[in-house]
């Protein structure tokens, strides 16, 4: 079983910064594209940024100057630092990742969703 461990969030004033990480676990070949994606109350879910295996990065118009997404490719982590964030910017934030993971003599590949988290900004 694979599952991404997310951390960060919560509540800061607007023009204040956040950072956001997600780590997958479990029987893992190996990781491909990871991102961020968030849903705001009423909205359909929407790629925030994103980074490839080889450190490609795709960012939102709506995030692009504010937010940076990295990668650590030696613990499969990505982290997404958030500054300047507005109130607009306030939504649950979900990571995802491609993975190619062990399952018995099988490597399938899946689409995976962390559990999300909460991103608040007001003041």
């Known amino acids: 079983q694979v599952h991404l461990v997310e951390s960060g969030g919560g509540l800061v004033q607007p023009g204040g910064s956040l950072r956001l990480s997600c780590t997958p676990s479990?029987?893992?070949?190996?990781?491909?594209?990871m991102g961020w994606y968030r849903q705001a109350p009423g909205k359909e879910r929407e790629l925030v940024a994103s980074?490839?295996?080889?450190?490609?990065?795709t960012y939102a118009d709506s995030v692009k100057g504010r937010f940076t997404i990295s990668r650590d490719n030696a613990y499969n982590r990505i982290d997404l630092q958030m500054a300047s964030l507005q109130p607009e910017d306030t939504a649950v934030y979900y990571c995802?990742?491609?993975?190619?993971?062990?399952?018995?003599?099988?490597?399938?590949?899946?689409?995976?969703w962390g559990q999300g988290t909460q991103v608040t900004v007001s003041s």
């Open positions: 995802n990742a491609q993975i190619l993971y062990y399952d018995g003599s099988y490597v399938p590949r899946g689409d995976f």
């Open positions: 479990g029987h893992i070949y190996s990781v491909n594209d």
């Open positions: 980074v490839t295996e080889g450190g490609t990065t």
